[in-house]
T-cell receptor
Framework: DAKTTQPNSMESNEEEPVHLPCNHS???????IHWYRQLPSQGPEYVIH???SNVNNRMASLAIAEDRKSSTLILHRATLRDAAVYYC??????????FGGGTRLMVKP | NAGVTQTPKFRVLKTGQSMTLLCAQD?????MYWYRQDPGMGLRLIHY???????AKGEVPDGYNVSRLKKQNFLLGLESAAPSQTSVYFC??????????????FGPGTRLTVL
């Protein structure tokens, strides 16, 4: 199974952009890149997903490298409510979500 | 819509006791999942179901059984609880499989302690 690598933790200041990286050098051509986040004491929630092109939604943007071996989740203006663990995952046909360690994002006021 | 709900929210069991965790969703989703999350770790898939009457094993199925008798409900059973099953259990549902990009909706979790 294709795996992802994320930094254990990152810090950001409130109202500044945050770029959360994810490396997936063994990604296959049909793997989708999914991002979920988990706020303290809550279940995970979907953030965004993509295949090849960059994606934007109300929560975030997903920038995917041209070779698809890495991607970056972009929070345009971090708020205190964005403090969470962010999980990057690769999904292919028949596979299920596989949560790794994720990146713990801390947002400073 | 209530989304995904889980019952109970907390439970303490003694080793060897049995219990059933209930997950209910009101979104008419076909797929449902049970995960466990141990402290400081990501979620691991226990069992899942791709439709009413079907179940399949996930990454860590041993010691658990599941049933999907109704589309909206997914039950997780522990026949003989062990301290290693102390964890937070999350249920999730989705309209279809992840490959088509359908997001999973998670419940609030059940915190289980086995003494």
């Amino acid at each position: 199974d294709a795996k992802t690598t994320q930094p254990n933790s990152m810090e950001s200041n409130e109202e500044e952009p945050v770029h959360l990286p994810c490396n997936h050098s063994t990604i296959s051509g049909t793997d989708y890149i999914h991002w979920y986040r988990q706020l303290p004491s809550q279940g995970p929630e979907y953030v965004i997903h993509g295949l090849t092109s960059n994606v934007n939604n109300r929560m975030a943007s997903l920038a995917i490298a041209e070779d698809r071996k890495s991607s970056t989740l972009i929070l345009h203006r971090a708020t205190l409510r964005d403090a969470a663990v962010y999980y990057c995952m690769l999904i292919n046909a028949g596979n299920m979500l596989t949560f790794g360690g994720g990146t713990r994002l801390m947002v400073k006021p | 819509n209530a989304g995904v709900t889980q019952t109970p929210k907390f439970r303490v069991l003694k080793t060897g006791q049995s219990m059933t965790l209930l997950c209910a969703q009101d979104m008419n989703h076909e797929y449902m999942y049970w995960y466990r999350q141990d402290p400081g770790m990501g979620l691991r898939l226990i069992h899942y179901s791709v439709g009413e009457g079907t179940t399949a094993k996930g990454e860590v199925p041993d010691g658990y059984n599941v049933s999907r008798l109704k589309k909206q409900n997914f039950l997780l059973g522990l026949e003989s609880a062990a301290p290693s099953q102390t964890s937070v259990y999350f249920c999730a549902s989705s309209w279809a499989g992840a490959v088509v990009g359908n997001e999973q909706f998670f419940g609030p979790g059940t915190r289980l302690t086995v003494l």
